[in-house]
């Protein structure tokens, strides 16, 4: 699958991950989606914070901040259920708990997650 067939199966599955954590009674606020390369650098490059491979730059990768009775959930195991339900959407789809950054959400891209 090419990147762009990528980006929009992303954009196709993120509204039912925002969907289900809601179902679950989690509020939502979010965080980075598209790391521009002006700043973070381009695949391969670090130029910021964040993984110098990052999904986040290719646009198949969000943060999620979860809030439950207005408390940030700032573990990873708070996002486990949601995390584990994403990865099950997709054959793609990967969860950042599996490499402790809990509130990512992803499509793996030529071995970038």
Not at 9 to 34: S, T, V, W
Not at 45 to 61: D, F, P, Q, V, W
Not at 104 to 109: K, P, T
Request: overall charge neutral; glycine content about 12%; some cysteine.
């Amino acid at each position: 699958m090419r990147l762009g067939e990528k980006q929009e199966l992303f954009m196709r599955l993120l509204p039912q991950l925002i969907n289900y954590a809601h179902e679950l009674g989690y509020e939502i606020r979010g965080g980075d989606l598209f790391r521009d390369p002006r700043v973070h650098g381009l695949i391969g490059e670090k130029k910021a914070y964040g993984y110098r491979n990052s999904a986040h730059k290719l646009k198949i990768a969000i943060d999620l901040n979860l809030f439950e009775n207005g408390k940030w959930l700032q573990e990873t195991k708070d996002h486990e259920e949601l995390g584990i339900w994403w990865e099950q959407q997709h054959e793609l789809c990967r969860w950042g708990g599996r490499f402790n950054d809990g509130n990512h959400y992803s499509l793996e891209h030529n071995g970038n997650k």
